[in-house]
């Protein structure tokens, strides 16, 4: 069964710090390309950062460079995404994203709702 669980969420104040993780289980972890997305109150999905099988961040959102990092344990099938310096516009629902274009494959988590507010 595949699953992918985000945690790390919640409330934090302006300019504080959040860790996102998602740990993957069901599926060969190392195989796929690892995205964050995000979907804020009353706008679209948006790509935040995609993460190589290799760990390399090869995309980001204009938004967030600078001040966001992402990274991957294929050794715990974990992926991670450190968030700085935060902003009440990056309050949304963050999601775990995994894609294997090789096999067609992709696998959506839960969410996680981030909330950034004085």
């Known amino acids: 069964q595949v699953q992918l669980v985000e945690s790390g969420g919640g409330s934090v104040q302006p300019g504080g710090s959040l860790r996102l993780s998602c740990a993957a289980s069901g599926f060969t972890f190392s195989n796929y390309v690892m995205s964050w997305y995000r979907q804020g109150p009353g706008k679209e999905r948006e790509l935040v950062a995609t993460i190589s099988r290799i760990g390399v961040t090869t995309e980001s959102a204009d938004s967030v460079k600078g001040r966001f990092t992402g990274s991957r344990d294929n050794t715990k099938n974990t992926v991670f995404l450190q968030m700085n310096s935060l902003k009440p516009e990056d309050t949304a629902v963050y999601y775990c994203?995994?894609?294997?274009?090789?096999?067609?494959?992709?696998?959506w988590g839960q969410g996680t709702q981030v909330t950034v507010s004085s």
């Open positions: 994203n995994a894609v294997n274009n090789y096999v067609g494959t992709n696998y």
